[in-house]
């Protein structure tokens, strides 16, 4: 598939029928380690929950109602980065941006990611709205990690229409 054409395609989903399975979530991982990062330090992480158990744990306990309905049936990844690593040196921040740049690599790679999914056929939702708490000691989560997003991935019981996006010209200055 075109790269453009694949961009277009993705979706949100919120519904699943099947969670991805364990050898592409290996393959979709694998695609979404190669998106840049500060200095190449590569300071996100990724939590994957495939267990019915422990996806039933973490739906019920560390998500919303409604995120719990619209990840059901699909496997979950918790996206993570290690703080005061990415844009600092020698535990100063480089900027004002600070820490904002390892949200800024794992934002990178959790794209690279959903996109990955999507080349395989499968359908994803990333959710911000959680409990970081519980998620932290659900999955034993090391206290220097910022807990971002869970990611719903699975086959899609239905695919939601494209959604209006705004001109470029109002997002965008060509100077």
């Known amino acids: ?17 099947a969670p991805a399975i364990h050898d592409d979530l290996v393959i979709m991982l694998t695609a ?16 994957v929950v495939e267990s019915p158990e422990a996806l039933e744990a973490l739906r019920s306990q560390a998500l919303p109602a ?15 980065y290690v703080r005061d690593v990415v844009g600092f040196t020698a535990g ?34 990333i959710m911000g709205i959680r409990d970081a708490d519980v998620i932290r000691r659900q999955l034993n989560i090391p206290e220097n990690e910022e807990i971002m997003s869970v ?3 699975g086959k899609g019981s239905k695919a939601p229409a494209p959604r209006a996006r705004k001109p470029l010209g109002e997002v965008t200055r060509f100077i």
Do not use: H
């Open 66 to 80: 409604f995120n719990q309905n619209s990840s059901a049936g699909a496997a979950l990844v918790v996206t993570t």
């Open 32 to 47: 979404a380690q190669q998106a840049p990062s500060w200095k190449n330090l590569q300071a996100s992480r990724c939590y």
């Open 92 to 125: 100063k921040p480089d900027n004002e941006v600070g820490n904002g740049w390892g949200a800024y690599d794992l934002g990178l790679r959790d794209a690279y990611l959903v996109l990955a999914a999507a080349d395989l056929g499968y359908d994803t939702l």
């Open 1 to 17: 598939m075109e790269f453009v054409d694949l961009i277009q395609m993705r979706r949100s989903v919120r519904s699943y029928r």
């Open 151 to 153: 990611i719903a991935v």
